[in-house]
């Protein structure tokens, strides 16, 4: 698992944690909107991938950040069909 | 909340929203505010999706959340991504909303606000919402397969190779319309050329940004993209008045069509992360952005309806397009009431980010009833525009000639009374130097939008800025939609292309794909090239060959979802697209019959190409023509435009045979022979 794979997982790790006056809140929500945003214009969520890739395929080699979103754009606009009038 | 709590809700919103119809349809005059427009149908909207959606989704479909959807069943964290309910929705609506919805209620309010009103609302309910919800429905338990793909599966591979030959051809109809949208928009506009022009250097910045320098940051990157944009539309103001810099920007249409030609080569020829990618964030941010914001502004300003609600141009004699009420009417406004190129999304990106059955009520339904929205406040921004500067706007130049001195008498002799003087201070007022025969659209919503807008924020002094700023959003989305357009062209025709030479199919062999490539543009290029010199105004005839063959697509999309009812043994409920499919069927049919052999050349093709054929050969040069040779052109190009319509017309008729015949299969076996996904058996696995 490289660095940022194991901080995303230390961050679900806090993430779980309710606490009241949580500094970690803001950053959370600030996430939260930052995926959402950026899956409306149709790009996937690199903490997630690693997520799914840390909790589905352990061991295994991981896409870099770089990768990823190359992956990512290269698939949204090859693949999918026509867009709308 | 109580049942009697939501008892007397929907009562209250049925109560709402039959004042609000009242108002529109009893109001005399100027007394008529947009907002009871717009009430009316978010009113229209609550009530379909509490009531009819909800029976579609529990009766109909049976959606059942114990059924994985692909993005559970093959979750890889980035094609298929279970996605939050509101995101996905966002998303979807994104995806389906382009400037369809925008272009066809200005055109039609040439009939008056009622006529397109009603057809937006009951379509969108009865036809529009159930194809998009039914057919991501179909894909969702396919594994996300695409609409070719499930006309293969379930009503077979001919069908399927038919339905997609007519998806490519309306593709390169719809690029050519849209082209000659921005054409119509930007000729003989510095300020307006200047900032759609300054759009590519920005997206590519921004490319760069997000793939090298910081990767992924696609908020970052969209920030100061449209920080830039707004300071392009404001220095544009200076281009426009800078004796060196204006003459640059200044093109006339002929030479903005071959810029665009040769913008959508290069464009889709260049890695997607570079301009396209960066672009599509721009214009989807923009889109959401100036939604809401028109919505807005609408119910601050409460601008009244200028336009009547009906106008003495149902009778077919309309200067804007040609033709009566019934059919085309439901041919022009074809994106927000029912769309067939939502069945391509619908069966794209979206079923595989479906996180769960239920979700798709929302998504499928509730997205098109947003679309739908946009349409109602398109046609709301179109009148409230004065009608005579809407007519100035949208009629041809061979019918209101190229002075404002001209276009005033013409238009003032229709009934709306105009001046010369009020159509030159609207061109002040927008920053432009004529909006005369601006037709397409675009211009006329953004003037629309503008006047709402200034008097919401910034008044009269930030028209021009508005105007420029709703051209941009517009052009944006089209831009990016020419350029991911010839993309999916391209990959359409080297498929095709393949089972001729296989070499020409291949994606990755360069020669392969810049032939591809050069078809597609050319194909679109040569309509658009047609629609710029015609003199009689090109989107008449350009946007009702789209009308015809994205309602006919839309057809297939409900014969498909028929065919899926019956073979899932639910005929009795067939009803809920059997309905639209047949008024679909009427419509189409009538216009495309219509289209090609209509005995008025100002409606039928062939009529027009044997008058013009006719005189050329006697030699004589019949107006808006000044040369034998155009008027050679014009009869060509009138048989081709036929040619077109005539495949389409074939085309449903065939899908429609083929349905009946599988349906009729069907109806005789006793088990469902729908192709679905299994459901999982208890022990967790597929059946």
């Not at chain 2, 003087?421 to 609207?426: K, L, P, Y």
Request: aromatic fraction near 10%; include cysteine.
């Amino acid at each position: 698992m490289n660095d940022e794979a194991a901080r995303v997982t230390r961050d679900n790790a806090q993430g779980s944690e309710e606490s009241g006056a949580d500094p970690n809140r803001a950053r959370r929500w600030l996430r939260t909107v930052r995926q959402g945003w950026n899956q409306v214009v149709g790009i996937p969520d690199y903490e997630r991938y690693l997520a799914h890739h840390a909790a589905h395929h352990p061991g295994e080699p991981v896409l870099s950040r770089r990768q990823f979103f190359e992956r990512a754009i290269d698939h949204k606009y090859c693949r999918s069909g026509p867009r709308c009038c | 909340m109580s049942k009697l709590g939501s008892t007397f809700l929907w009562i209250g919103v049925a109560v709402v929203g039959a004042f609000s119809f009242a108002a529109l349809a009893l109001g005399r005059g100027e007394n008529v505010s947009a907002v009871w427009l717009v009430t009316a149908a978010l009113c229209v909207y609550f009530i379909a999706y509490r009531f009819y959606s909800k029976y579609i989704a529990e009766r109909v479909l049976q959606l059942d959340d114990t059924r994985p959807t692909p993005a559970v069943r093959h979750n890889d964290g980035m094609d298929y991504v279970p996605t939050n309910k509101w995101v996905l929705y966002g998303h979807h609506f994104a995806a389906i909303a382009g400037a369809g919805p925008l272009v066809g209620p200005v055109l039609a309010a040439q009939m008056g606000y009622l006529p397109g009103t009603l057809w937006i609302l009951a379509g969108v309910v009865v036809a529009g919402a159930v194809q998009d919800f039914i057919v991501l429905f179909a894909s969702v338990r396919r594994d996300g397969k695409s609409l070719g793909e499930m006309i293969k599966m379930e009503l077979g591979a001919l069908p399927g190779s038919l339905a997609l030959v007519g998806v490519l051809a309306i593709m390169i109809i719809i690029l050519a319309v849209l082209s000659l949208i921005v054409v119509k928009a930007l000729t003989g506009s510095p300020r307006g050329l200047f900032t759609i022009a300054a759009t590519i250097p920005i997206a590519l910045a921004m490319g760069v940004y997000m793939r090298i320098l910081r990767p992924g940051r696609v908020g970052e990157a969209s920030v100061f993209g449209v920080v830039l944009l707004l300071a392009s539309i404001i220095f544009g103001r200076d281009v426009a008045a800078s004796a060196t810099l204006a003459p640059l920007f200044t093109l006339t249409g002929t030479q903005l069509a071959w810029a665009l030609i040769v913008y959508g080569a290069v464009a889709a020829s260049l890695p997607v992360w570079l301009m396209l990618a960066p672009r599509d964030y721009l214009s989807t941010f923009l889109k959401i952005g100036t939604v809401c914001a028109l919505a807005i502004g609408i119910y601050i300003v409460a601008p009244p309806l200028a336009m009547p609600q009906t106008t003495r141009f149902i009778d077919g004699s309309g200067p804007v397009f040609s033709g009566s009420l019934f059919p085309f009417l439901f041919i022009t406004i074809a994106c927000g009431a029912v769309s067939g190129f939502h069945s391509l999304i619908s069966s794209g990106t979206t079923p595989k980010m479906v996180e769960r059955e239920s979700h798709m009520r929302f998504i499928g339904f509730g997205g098109m009833l947003a679309e739908s929205f946009v349409a109602i406040m398109a046609l709301s921004a179109a009148c409230v525009l004065d009608p005579g500067i809407y007519f100035a706007m949208n009629a041809p130049a061979a019918v209101i000639g190229t002075t404002p001195a001209n276009a005033a008498q013409v238009i003032s002799s229709w009934g709306f009374t105009i001046t010369p003087e009020m159509i030159g201070q609207t061109a002040v007022d927008i920053g432009e130097n004529s909006i005369l025969s601006r037709a397409g659209g675009a211009p006329t919503l953004a003037v629309g939008m503008a006047q709402i807008l200034a008097k919401a924020l910034g008044g009269k002094s930030m028209e021009a800025f508005w105007y420029h700023f709703a051209i941009l959003f517009e052009a944006l989305f089209i831009l990016t939609a020419v350029d991911a357009g010839t993309r999916v062209g391209r990959f359409m025709i080297q498929d095709m292309l393949g089972h001729v030479y296989r070499p020409l199919g291949n994606t990755e062999f360069l020669p392969a794909n810049v032939f591809a490539t050069v078809l597609c543009v050319g194909a679109w290029g040569y309509f658009l090239y047609q629609g710029v010199v015609d003199p009689l105004g090109g989107i008449n005839t350009l946007w009702q060959l789209f009308g015809v063959g994205n309602q006919m697509l839309a057809g297939i999309a409900l014969l498909l979802c028929t065919a899926m009812l019956v073979k899932m043994k639910r005929e009795r409920y067939i009803w809920v697209t059997v309905v639209p499919t047949v008024w679909l069927l009427i419509t189409t049919l009538t216009a495309g019959v219509q289209k090609i052999f209509h005995s008025d050349p100002a409606i039928g093709f062939i009529a027009l190409a044997r008058k013009f054929s006719a005189a050329a050969a006697q030699g004589t040069v019949l107006a808006p023509a000044k040369s034998i040779a155009e008027m050679q052109r014009v009869a060509f190009n009138n048989y081709l435009d036929a040619v077109v319509c005539t495949v389409f017309v074939l085309l449903v008729l065939a899908m429609c045979w083929y349905t009946i015949a599988i349906c009729r299969r069907a109806l005789r076996q006793a088990a469902p022979t729908a192709h679905e996904i299994p459901p999982l058996t208890p022990q967790g696995a597929p059946a």
